[in-house]
């Protein structure tokens, strides 16, 4: 059993943070609000014996920086602290609805959106599909470097990142797309949801779907696109009913996952209505 100092290393840097998980090698985690670290032992999970750098007192991963053309969140950043930063930029509304419904008013001020990407065992984060349907980048950081990827292949890499690499940042281009997010908790708000529907869509005159990006989350072990439910939106006026249905006949695409909150049927059988309540959002003075 370690103890002080090997246990628990408090970063004040970006770079600070990465030497000291390089120089810990496989012992060594990052540890940012602690809400999914803190679980790992009921999870039966391998983190309660590591050795934790915190990253919560690193400023510049604690900020929100708007541009022009790109939005750059650190990885710090809460949920609770993310949704207000948005809350009023245009084509963010589905990370908004995806960072302010998430868990609990006390778990969103101290949960981050690193935390959430990084939980690669955690099928049910909402801020997975968000970012996937946003066409988000990610930065790593570590001794190497830093390097931009996508979403999707960070999330094919995560479970894998190599000593000393970080995620330090989240890039979102500001597109003319509306977006929405939507999600199925069982029982209180607050649940993991048991499925989750992230869309994207530029919309062009009488609603026709010019381009379309949707994400789902929670029904696979990873939130991935639903590129044939995208495809079949395109060119056709946004409706919500036909989208349900459009959905409906798409389910074959996923191979659902059977778990405590509910089984794989069902978490397909939502996918419809979380479609149609999606596109409804999106539809101009809805
Ligand atoms: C009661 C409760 C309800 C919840 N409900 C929801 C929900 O409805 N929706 C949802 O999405 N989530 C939910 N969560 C899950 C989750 O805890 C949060 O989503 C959160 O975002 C995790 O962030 P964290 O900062 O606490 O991560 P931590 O617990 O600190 O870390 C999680 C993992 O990521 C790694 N990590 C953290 N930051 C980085 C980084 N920058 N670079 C590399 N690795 C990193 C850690 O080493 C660890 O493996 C809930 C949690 C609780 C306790």
């Given at each position: 059993m370690k103890t002080g100092a090997d246990t628990f290393h408090v970063a004040t840097t970006l770079h600070g943070a990465v030497a000291a998980l390089a120089d810990r090698g496989h012992a060594g985690a990052p540890l940012a609000g602690a809400t999914w670290i803190m679980r790992a032992p009921l999870r039966g999970g391998?983190?309660?014996d590591r050795s934790y750098v915190a990253l919560s007192r690193i400023d510049e991963l604690r900020r929100v920086e708007i541009g022009e053309r790109d939005i750059t969140i650190g990885a710090c950043v809460t949920h609770a602290a993310l949704a207000s930063a948005l809350a009023h930029i245009d084509g963010c509304a589905a990370l908004v609805q995806a960072a302010a419904s998430s868990a609990n008013p006390a778990v969103r001020q101290v949960a981050t959106i690193g935390g959430n990407l990084c939980a690669?065992?955690?099928?049910?984060?909402?801020?997975v599909p968000a970012l996937i349907c946003l066409a988000a980048n990610v930065e790593l950081t570590s001794p190497d470097g830093v390097e931009r990827i996508s979403m999707e292949r960070f999330l094919a890499r995560r479970s894998e990142l190599a000593p000393g690499t970080l995620l330090s940042r989240i890039v979102v281009a500001r597109t003319a797309c509306g977006s929405a997010h939507v999600r199925l908790p069982l029982r209180r708000s607050g649940d993991y949801p048991v499925a989750i529907v992230s869309l994207a869509v530029k919309l062009g005159q009488n609603s026709t779907v010019l381009t379309a990006r949707a994400a789902v989350g929670s029904v696979e072990v990873v939130a991935r696109r639903w590129e044939t439910l995208e495809a079949g939106l395109v060119g056709r006026p946004l409706d919500p009913q036909a989208a349900a249905a459009l959905a409906g006949r798409c389910l074959d695409d996923f191979v659902a996952r059977d778990g405590v909150e509910a089984a794989g049927w069902y978490r397909l059988a939502v996918l419809p209505s979380l479609v149609r309540r999606a596109a409804q959002a999106l539809l101009p003075h809805s």
């Open positions: 391998p983190q309660q690669w065992d955690f099928a049910s984060a909402d801020l």
